[in-house]
């Protein structure tokens, strides 16, 4: 049994103790007749513990949460009913001359009928409403789990998508830097192919984890940017910056990728002089990512300018570090620049 039902069943049957040590706690010290406690206290506490548990297991499923509510209030009034007038028969057959010389007069006038059923009748209610009470907080809470449980899932879908995507996406684009050497440097093209295949087996067999240690993804990206650098002429210049020391920080696995590869994308150009800027620094749980690179805009016609990479890094960025972190890009003159802070803790 799990232990959460062991808690469960211990807590019931606590509860039950407490409430049949009741009439011996309240009248400590004092005098005691047994069978005005088992007539006064403990057949009415078997009544309703019987109310309490066919509410509990049976009743309140079958009828109150299936929308039977008619049935529901006339098999407990039914049922009330029964207990009030067998408690009656019980007391009058069995205890009636035990409770008469409890009482010291025997010719004692008992309250109006109305009223000993008013007041046990309030008393039956009891474990009844109760019984609602923690039905309907279970089934509220099973829903409530069950709904996170949902969100979590298709969270977890969406990410599994959106991670799938990158990588053939990846692919794609280092493809069509090897393609462009192959006729130009075919030893540089060898080289680029044996660091992609590097670069593939990261992502493929290292990034299925939830968080990966920082100081991975950014041996990853110098990798990249190396394998980048071979197809860029001279005109091109690639400065980058990241922390030396191992920083213990885990992150998200390939949330910077798509910046770096945004700027070989669109921030090279083959006639023109060209500068991308990486640098990466930390601070406590804090990562600060800076990009800058040269825009040239793709031609309308160009579809491997689609910024599916920017697409898929701010979705990620929303549904990982939801309220941790801070993107900013935006082109000013014939510079982009990118910044992403992410909160780590």
């Not at 049935?71 to 409770?99: H, M, P």
């Not at 593939?200 to 990206?221: A, C, G, H, K, Q």
């Not at 590869?261 to 640098?279: M, R």
């Amino acid at each position: 049994m799990p232990n959460n039902k062991k808690i469960k069943v211990l807590s019931h049957l606590l509860t039950w103790l407490v409430l049949f040590s009741m009439p011996y706690l309240l009248s400590y010290g004092q005098s005691q007749d047994i069978n005005r406690i088992i007539a006064r206290f403990w057949i009415p506490l078997v009544f309703s513990a019987i109310i309490f548990y066919c509410n509990y297991f049976v009743l309140i499923d079958r009828f109150l949460f299936t929308k039977k509510t008619v049935w529901f209030i006339a098999t407990n009034a039914i049922s009330i009913a029964f207990f009030l007038f067998l408690k009656e028969y019980i007391e009058g057959a069995f205890f009636q001359e035990f409770l008469q010389k409890s009482s010291g007069d025997t010719n004692a006038v008992r309250p109006p009928f109305k009223m000993i059923i008013y007041v046990q009748l309030v008393s039956y209610m009891a474990p009844l409403l109760f019984s609602i009470a923690i039905k309907t907080t279970q089934r509220w809470v099973k829903t409530e789990a069950e709904r996170k449980e949902a969100a979590n899932f298709k969270l977890q879908t969406e990410l599994q998508h959106l991670h799938y995507q990158l990588q053939p996406h990846f692919f794609f684009n280092s493809l069509n830097n090897i393609y462009a050497l192959v006729d130009v440097s075919p030893d540089q093209a060898k080289t680029s192919i044996h660091s992609l295949s590097k670069l593939m087996r990261y992502m493929l067999y290292e990034t299925n984890v939830e968080l990966v240690p920082l100081s991975n993804e950014i041996d990853f990206m110098k990798k990249y940017i190396d394998l980048m650098k071979l197809r860029v002429t001279d005109k091109t210049v690639v400065n980058y910056s990241f922390p030396d020391k191992e920083t213990g920080i885990k992150i998200a696995p390939l949330l910077f990728i798509s910046l770096i590869e945004n700027a070989f994308k669109h921030g090279v150009s083959a006639s023109k002089e060209s500068l991308i800027s990486i640098t990466m620094t930390c601070d406590n749980n804090t990562i600060l990512f800076k990009i800058e690179n040269d825009n040239f805009p793709k031609k309308t016609d160009d579809k491997s300018g689609s910024g599916i990479g920017l697409q898929n890094l701010e979705k990620r960025l929303k549904l990982l570090y939801a309220g941790k972190h801070n993107f900013k890009a935006f082109v000013e003159g014939n510079r982009f620049s990118a910044t992403l802070k992410i909160e780590t803790a």
